[in-house]
């Protein structure tokens, strides 16, 4: 068993960047993939970016390329999304998920989420 939970939501202005947290707690964090997801009002889960358990591979979905970074601590057992250059297309919950393997698509443990908000 793994708990997850997010932090570092927010209201912020477009062109404003926000770090959001994964902390998490039980089995070890290093034994896991990372990924985060987001969802708007209205629309399904969105695949965001993902890291592998060393965190020596990331892969990222080409709405946030060159926008968002993830990354992750495991000495701290936290993983990180910066999020910089905002946009209102970017307002959703975001919560972020673990899973032995690296993907776009299935995670076995998930966070409640965080909800960041991007206004124009």
């Known amino acids: 068993q793994v708990q997850l939970v997010e932090s570092g939501g927010g209201l912020v202005q477009a062109g404003d960047s926000l770090r959001l947290s994964c902390a998490a707690s039980g089995r070890s964090f ?26 020596g591979g990331t892969d990222y979905a080409d709405s946030v390329k060159g926008r968002f970074t993830i990354s992750r601590d495991n000495a701290k057992n936290t993983g990180y999304l910066q999020m910089n250059s ?13 899973d032995p393997f690296m993907c776009r698509h299935y995670y076995h443990y998930w966070g409640q989420g965080t909800q960041v908000t991007v206004s124009s």
Request: aromatic share 12%; charged share 20%.
């Open 30 to 55: 290093s034994s896991y993939a990372m990924g985060w997801f987001r969802q708007a009002p209205g629309k399904g889960r969105e695949f965001v970016a993902a890291i592998t358990r060393s965190g």
């Open 86 to 98: 905002l946009n209102p297309e970017d307002t959703a919950v975001y919560s972020c998920a673990v």
